[in-house]
């Protein structure tokens, strides 16, 4: 079989989409699957609408000796690998990992809900109109559509799209050699929390300031960039004064030895799809705190293999991180649980399941 993979990202670049394309760049082969990629990021330099024609064409002229095409993500190269696969008749496979709609219209439309309020509501503000309504054209366009949890796939069945065209394949997190921990991180007081992610809203990394302010003892390192990064520079010094710090954009090898050097991994988003920092901190076998919410239940066994809090509940959240700072007999159970319960994420079972689907089409 010949598959063309259009992908958003692929590394150097960073994120889920470039990880999961490279894993099946370098994994499909081996199972039968001769893999063409086209990167986004070949056409990134042109200016908007001509950049997605000139990808769409690139797609096209792969697809047209390829069995199948499968697109990353729903919208940016969605769309165009939809149109191209369409013009030559192949097979096409969209890969789901969020609502692009609505994290468009959280970051820049003034949308506040949450991702199931969000889908159940049609008056929206015309841009996010759009965006759904492309998404949802490019999922419906689709012979299968890959999602990486039972909660992603309950969203996109809202969107209207057939259930028995929705496929869970758990994202694989391989862990990499390790980086090196920045200085700043290193230089922090102990016990150190740390979170990891993209600087936006949902994440509410200043609900995480506030919890560690009233645990005196403990530090915290944030891990990561985007859109809120001045205010929550400022809400840490404000709050954490000489026990935290910002670190910043990390290399993928990077975030790791920092999530490893800390003592406590604390993710506090009121939304996630399939997490892949706290699958790696599972991994790690790292004490851990998330919110309940979309994937996260999937990963974290609460009381087994971490703790989960609802989602805003910030006393809560608060008494969780002190628990576990405090209690190292629970640490160690958690811990030892953890690395076990990480071996559902492997690379072998992704890559077998998702080399099955892409036969089957």
Same mark, same amino acid.
């Given at each position: ?38 990167? !986004? ?14 990808? !769409?064409?690139? *797609? ?31 097979? !096409? &496979? ?28 049609? $008056? =929206? ?20 559509? =890959? ?23 758990? #994202?694989? =997190? ?35 300031? /506030? ?53 406590? !991994?604390?993710? #506090? ?19 851990? *705190? ?14 087994? /293999? ?12 608060? $008494?969780? &991180? ?34 099955? &689907?892409?036969?089957? =089409?």
């Amino acid at each position: 079989m010949r598959l063309v993979i259009a992908t958003p990202l692929y590394p150097p670049e960073i994120g889920g989409p470039a990880t999961y394309a490279k894993l099946l760049v370098e994994g499909l082969p081996a199972r039968g699957i001769k893999v063409d990629l086209v990167k !986004f990021s070949d056409v990134r330099h042109l200016p908007k609408v001509i950049r997605h024609f000139a990808y !769409f064409r690139r *797609v096209r002229k792969a697809a047209k000796s390829a069995d199948a095409v499968l697109a990353l993500d729903p919208v940016s190269v969605g769309l165009p690998a939809m149109k191209a696969a369409k013009r030559v008749g192949k097979p !096409f &496979l969209v890969k789901i990992v969020g609502d692009y709609a609505w994290e468009q219209g959280q970051q820049r439309f003034g949308i506040t809900q949450t991702l199931d309020e969000f889908v159940k509501t049609f $008056r =929206v503000p015309f841009p996010v109109r759009l965006f759904r309504r492309i998404q949802t054209y490019v999922a419906r366009s689709a012979v299968k559509v =890959v999602v990486p949890s039972e909660y992603l796939k309950s969203i996109v069945a809202k969107w209207g799209i057939l259930e028995d065209k929705i496929q869970v394949v758990y #994202n694989a =997190v391989p862990l990499e050699e390790f980086g090196v921990v920045p200085e700043a991180v290193a230089k922090l007081p102990r016990p150190l929390t740390v979170t990891a992610g993209r600087l936006v809203p949902w994440k509410h990394i200043d609900g995480i300031i /506030d919890a560690i302010a009233d645990i005196p003892e403990a530090s915290l390192a944030v891990v990561g960039d985007g859109p809120l990064r001045v205010p929550l520079a400022r809400h840490m010094r404000e709050k954490l004064p000489g026990r935290a710090t910002l670190t910043g954009m990390l290399s993928h090898k990077d975030t790791l030895a920092v999530v490893r050097s800390a003592d406590i !991994f604390v993710l #506090n988003s009121s939304y996630e799809g399939l997490s892949h920092l706290l699958v790696e901190a599972l991994a790690l076998g790292m004490p851990i *705190v998330a919110t309940r919410v979309g994937g996260n239940p999937e990963v974290i066994t609460d009381g087994e /293999d971490g703790l989960l809090v609802r989602a805003g509940d910030m006393p809560a959240l608060a $008494r969780s &991180l002190s628990r576990l700072l405090s209690d190292e007999v629970l640490c160690a159970r958690f811990s030892a649980h953890a690395v076990e319960s990480a071996k559902r994420f492997s690379v072998e079972t992704m890559l077998d399941t998702t080399a099955m &689907l892409l036969k089957m =089409v």
